[in-house]
C-alpha cells in the first residue's frame, strides 16, 4: 500500500485524502491549499505534486505561503504521483450547492440601502456558510489564493472575495481561466475601476451597477452556483431583484445611442444630451443584454476604448450591433 492510500485507509469520514496533479505545478498546490483548508476540520489531508525544479516557480512560493500562513499541517508535496490514489480530476463536476435561507427565492434584496461591504457584513452576521476572506489578511490577494478559495466555494461554503482597490487582475488569467473550467461558484468583488478586461475572464459571469442596482446584482450573486466578477460600487440602494444581461436606459435620443458603464454615466450622458443622443448603462458585461442593445437607436457609440473591444464581437453576430468610439475618458488596460 502506498503512502497516501495509507493515509486515506486511515482517515475517517467525514475526512478525506485528495491528490492534486496539473501540468503546471503552481495550479495543482494552490487548490491543494483550498482543500487543506476545507478539509481541516474534518480531519482530511491534501497532497500535491510539486517535482523539485518547480519549487522556484512564482505560483509554487506564492502557494506555499498562503499555505504557511494559513497553518496548514495536513498539506503535504510530492515529488511525483502517488499512483495508490487518483488524483482529482480539474475539470467540472458536481459540487455542493449552498443555499443562503436569508435570501429570498424571488432575489429581491431585503437589506436595507448603505454601504455594499455593509451588506455582505449584514449577511454573515446571519448565514455561517457565508466566507469573506478578503476581511482576513492572511489571504492575501494573488492568483495562489484565487485558485484556494475557488476550491473552497465547491465545498458547501458561499465565497465572496472583496478585493482591495488597485488589485490588478491582469496578471491572474490563467488562474481566472482555470477557476472557470472549474466553474466553481467563487464570487469576486472589485472596484469599478479595476474591472479586468483580458480573456481570462471571459467566461466568468461579470456584472458593473451603479448603486441602484448594485444590491440587486449581490443577491443574485450569493443565490448563484456561478463564478462571478462583481464590479460594485461603495454605497448600495434597497434595490430590487436583477438578472444577469441587464441593461438600464439612462436617457433617450433620436440620433443613436451611447454604451457606458455606471461609473462613466454622468460624464456620458453629458457628452450625449448635447449630441442628441441616448444613453444605455450595461449592468450586465457577461452576458451582454443582447435585447436591449438589438432594440437601441443607432449608432452605437461606445464609451471608453475597453468597453469597445469588449463589444466588438457582437458585430459578427449582427451588423446592426457594430460600435464606434465615443471620446477616450479611460485608457485601455
Known sequence: MTTLADLADRTVFPGRVHQFAAPAPGVALALAVGCAWAEQTRGG?????VPAV??????????LALASRLGLSNLSLLPDVDPGLACEILEPRERQPVRLASLGRDLVPRWPAGSTPGLLSACAASEPLLFLPGR???WAPGPAALLALAWI?????????ELPQGTRLAAWQPAAAMVARLQAALKVVVHPEDLPWNEGFRAWWI??????DAAGVLAWALAGEECALLALPAESAAGAAWLPGSARGLSDGPEGTVLCLARDAQAACAWAASRR??????TGLNPLPGARLRAARTPLIAWGEDLARHLAPLAALDPRLRCTLAPAIHPAH
Open 54 to 63: 518547480a519549487r522556484n516557480d512564482p505560483l509554487v512560493v506564492e502557494a
Open 45 to 49: 489531508h491534501a497532497a500535491a505534486v
Open 153 to 161: 466555494a465547491g465545498e458547501g461554503r458561499r465565497v465572496v472575495w
Open 207 to 212: 456584472a458593473a451597477p451603479d448603486a441602484s
Open 277 to 282: 443622443l441616448g444613453v444605455l448603462q450595461l
Open 136 to 138: 482576513d489578511p492572511r
